[in-house]
């Protein structure tokens, strides 16, 4: 494995749709969440490579600087053919493509005909565009996601990512990281009877992305409600974002969009 050189002290804080520009030769190397990646401007082409790290809880910093140093010959590459002139880099986040089934550590009981929102903060990926148009080179996971397969037989389902969440209550307990985006989840129990959440599986790819002036990540809230039995809850993506988040602005927009209203009648399995 590559060990990085660099230290904390020697540099700077790396941010979303920011135009960074490099002369031919020279490489933009970032550390954020699990990842290494070095970016490469040459005379023809555009090199990306990507390296995992190990698991730091404590990182809460996206650190990057721009180097004269060619990355490691033993690092995968993938190369692009330079799209024009422009020397600019500029990374975007992205929620994931696909839905993400969201358990607790510890689930959670909400009462009858009562209601509670948890912060939910989901893993998110970098988009990779270059050269003065912005040409999209590639995007990846700022760390490995877990697969899951959520349906009731193996014929009739959907592929899912999976991770574990701490379900907070407290939006202040919830950590702000550059690579996470975090979602409220209002869930309202209209049932005679307590709703034992173990799982939720998130609409990620309806959810936008919105960056506030602290420059922590937000999408709208999603608001399920549970009338009946839980295979009948509905599912509504909201309009705006919480109070809580401040001003924002639009970094990315959903990767789908939702039915008018943003009721998503038709998805399906929102406990798992």
């Excluded at 494995?1 to 660099?6: C, G, I, K, P, Q």
């Excluded at 002290?9 to 749709?17: A, F, K, V, Y």
């Excluded at 014929?155 to 990281?177: I, W």
């Excluded at 509905?234 to 705006?240: A, K, S, Y």
Aim: glycine share 6%.
């Amino acid at each position: 494995m590559t060990t990085s050189l660099e230290t904390p002290q020697t540099m700077q804080d790396g941010q979303w749709g920011v135009h960074y520009a490099l002369e031919p030769g020279q490489t933009q190397y970032h550390e954020l969440c699990h990842t290494r990646v070095w970016a490469t401007l040459l005379e023809q082409e555009w090199q990306i490579r990507y390296q995992r790290m190990p698991e730091d809880d404590d990182q809460e910093r996206w650190l990057q600087r721009v180097t004269d140093t060619l990355p490691d010959a033993e690092l995968g590459v993938q190369r692009f053919v330079r799209p024009d002139d422009g020397c600019q880099l500029h990374y975007l986040p992205a929620m994931s493509s696909l839905a993400t089934v969201i358990r607790p550590y510890q689930p959670l009981t909400i009462p009858a005909a009562s209601e509670c929102t948890i912060y939910v903060g989901t893993l998110l990926w970098m988009r990779i565009q270059a050269g003065s148009k912005g040409t999209h080179l590639m995007e990846l996971p700022l760390a490995d996601p877990s697969l899951t397969w959520v349906g009731r037989t193996t014929m009739e389902g959907e592929l899912c990512y999976s991770a574990a969440t701490f379900a907070r209550l407290v939006l202040d307990a919830v950590p702000k990281r550059p690579w996470r985006a975090i979602t409220p989840v209002r869930i309202i129990n209209e049932r005679p009877e307590p709703l034992l959440l173990e799982r939720f599986n998130l609409p990620t790819p309806l959810l936008s992305l919105h960056r506030n002036e602290k420059g922590h990540l937000w999408t709208p809230g999603v608001t399920v409600i549970c009338e009946t039995d839980m295979n009948s809850a509905r599912l509504r993506v909201d309009h705006d974002l919480i109070a809580a988040a401040g001003r924002c602005e639009l970094v990315a927009p959903a990767r789908e969009q939702t039915a008018r209203g943003g009721l998503v009648r038709a998805y399906d399995r929102i406990f798992g």
